[in-house]
């Protein structure tokens, strides 16, 4: 499982934790994590590591990469003239999926 997340993050410039979870299990032939018997995702050491969830963080947020896309559609057209910071974009995601923090997103941005 270590060296797929590490390869997963090395090649993806956005990933959610969501899609992770679910590659994982495609990857393992397996329904769920859980079913691995390592623990919850998001506990694990690479995943808090990488994706930075909040300490009340208990399972993955359904949000794929396709949705991140489509908010920094959204995000260039409402900001068209301002430099896109991840931090500010992520942000954006979580006021409009209605989250107090972005890290209860588990999204993790390499490069825009």
Do not use: W
Not at 17 to 38: M, Q, T
């Amino acid at each position: 499982i270590n060296a797929f997340v590490h390869c997963y993050v090395a090649v993806r410039g956005i990933a959610t934790l969501y899609d992770l979870s679910d590659d994982i299990c495609r990857h393992e032939r397996v329904e769920d994590f859980e079913r691995l018997g390592l623990g919850p995702l998001v506990r694990h050491p690479l995943i808090v590591h990488y994706f930075e969830p909040s300490g009340d963080t208990v399972t993955t947020f359904k949000i794929k990469t396709e949705n991140i896309v489509s908010y920094l559609s959204d995000y260039l057209y409402t900001y068209h003239d301002k430099e896109v910071l991840v931090g500010d974009f992520l942000s954006f995601v979580a006021k409009k999926r209605k989250v107090s923090s972005p890290q209860q997103l588990c999204i993790r941005i390499q490069n825009l």
